[in-house]
């Protein structure tokens, strides 16, 4: 099995939207994948993610309501075999706080290398776009990751 973080700043809006989407994709194409979420920053630990991301996610058969903020450990990168940035700042805090042993995979969540922007505080198009950006980039991903099966 493949276990797979994503991570944004605060883990409340693209961070669960891309676990919400990366589940349910995979479930779908029958691979087996475990997706967690976290974020760089400790804003929002323990709290659900963005109502407007909740929203928005619902709204395509996403099923986000049961995650809960957390922040990057060092144990991640150990436990989990990719760690997915939504964007360039993300891949290079992550990159900083990769532990000296630490073998992990960390690369953009986008496999075409595009920042998935941030809809923190925007408005419901805002959080609509970085959703189409999410599902393009999770498909590319599993598409990936099912040919190197």
Excluded at 24 to 40: N, W
Excluded at 78 to 93: E, G, T, Y
Excluded at 104 to 121: E, N, S, V
Aim: charged share 25%; net charge negative; aromatic share 4%.
């Amino acid at each position: 099995m493949t276990r797979i973080l994503c991570v944004c700043l605060g883990n409340t809006c693209r961070s669960p939207m891309a676990q919400g989407v990366l589940e349910a994709l995979a479930r779908e194409a029958g691979l087996a994948v475990e997706i967690d979420s976290a974020g760089l920053g400790a804003w929002h630990v323990g709290k659900p993610p963005h109502p407007m991301g909740l929203a928005a996610a619902s709204a395509r058969g996403y099923d986000t309501s049961g995650q809960r903020t957390r922040m990057v450990e060092p144990a991640d990168f150990r436990d989990f075999d990719l760690i997915v940035a939504m964007d360039a700042s993300n891949l290079a805090a992550l990159e900083a706080r990769r532990p000296a042993e630490a073998r992990t995979a960390i690369r953009l969540f986008d496999p075409q290398g595009r920042d998935i922007p941030d809809p923190w505080g925007g408005t419901a198009a805002d959080y609509e776009h970085a959703l189409d950006m999410i599902e393009a980039a999770a498909r590319d991903l599993l598409a990936r990751l099912a040919g190197a099966a």
